[in-house]
């Protein structure tokens, strides 16, 4: 890694509250902050007003000007600019290669503009292995949106069954810079066969809870560890897993999901557990590539 976080503006308010929560994580990791515009994103999304300058130029201010007014914030900040060209899915993903993490605004499920729609920022999670974190305007407007809250735990979903190495480690890195409780979350059902016969063997649905808790507690044994002073609260919740880590979501400081490294002939893709949390979250949400 280049202790480098990378953001991508369009001119948006979107992206300029990215801009703002990436500074503070830069901050935060004593890390220097990059600031990319690709130059053919208008095509994913109508600008609110026609152009007034040519193209170049318009990028060239958005970039001096965003970086001026993140050093007058933070002071101690390295900010450097970048214009790149080409597809903004493709391009985003190369220039976060080396990145710590790649910061893009969100206006959540449902906006006419910005990264999730015909979804740039959707677009752009497949095709990188560095944890991309989605940053929504808090008001789900286009305008710059006040400062979302810092200050809640680190919400965490995992399938305790998967490889969850990468995720816990991320999890736990933010959760400790940050001086705040980690929950991790694991929403299951039971097996469809429990609804039809509940009354055959009551015992089995808390057994098999008792059972993934265990599993869970396991697995998060080592970081305890590592992370001593880390206040790790693990659930097992019957329900959706989706709405249960949104759930948990409320108030968190950021929102960690996981992306399986896995391309099928139809291509990569993001999961459908990942998919609802980023669409509908309003805390930031990390996705972290995973074996």
């Known amino acids: 890694m280049s202790n480098r976080i990378t953001v991508g503006l369009d001119g948006s308010g979107a992206a300029d509250t990215a801009a703002d929560w990436a500074a503070r994580e830069a901050v935060l990791r004593g890390a220097d902050l990059e600031l990319v515009h690709a130059e053919d994103w208008a095509q994913y999304g109508p600008f609110t007003s026609p152009l007034p ?26 900010v450097s600019t970048r214009e790149i ?12 290669a080396g990145a710590d993490l790649l910061v893009l605004g969100s206006r959540g499920l449902g906006s006419v503009a910005g990264f999730l729609v015909g979804s740039t920022g959707s677009a ?14 808090v008001d789900g407007s286009d305008r710059r949106a006040g400062r979302a809250s810092d200050t809640g735990p680190v919400v965490l979903g995992v399938d305790p069954h998967s490889d969850c190495g990468r995720l816990f480690s991320f999890a736990c890195e ?8 980690l929950v991790v979350v694991h929403g299951w059902s039971p097996p469809p066969i429990l609804s039809y016969a509940p009354a055959l063997d009551p015992g089995v649905q808390a057994e098999i809870a008792d059972g993934l808790a265990a599993t869970l507690r396991a697995l998060l044994s080592p970081w305890e560890e590592k992370y001593p002073h880390l206040t790790i609260d693990a659930r097992t919740v ?24 896995r391309r099928s002939a139809l291509g990569a893709r993001v999961g459908p557990i990942t998919h609802a949390v980023i669409h509908h979250a309003r805390s930031p949400v990390a996705v972290v590539a995973h074996d």
């Open 85 to 96: 060209h080409g597809a903004a899915d493709t391009t985003l993903a190369s220039a976060a």
């Open 238 to 261: 019957i329900g959706q897993a989706a709405i249960q880590i949104l759930d948990a979501s409320a108030g968190a400081a950021l929102v960690v999901v996981g992306r399986r490294i």
């Open 174 to 181: 933010e959760a400790d810079r940050r001086a705040c409780p």
């Open 53 to 78: 300058q040519p193209r170049h130029q318009w990028a060239k201010d958005l970039l001096s000007l965003t970086r001026e007014r993140l050093l007058r914030e933070h002071g101690t900040l390295t």
């Open 124 to 137: 752009v999670i497949p095709e990188t292995e560095t944890p991309v974190v989605l940053v929504r305007s």
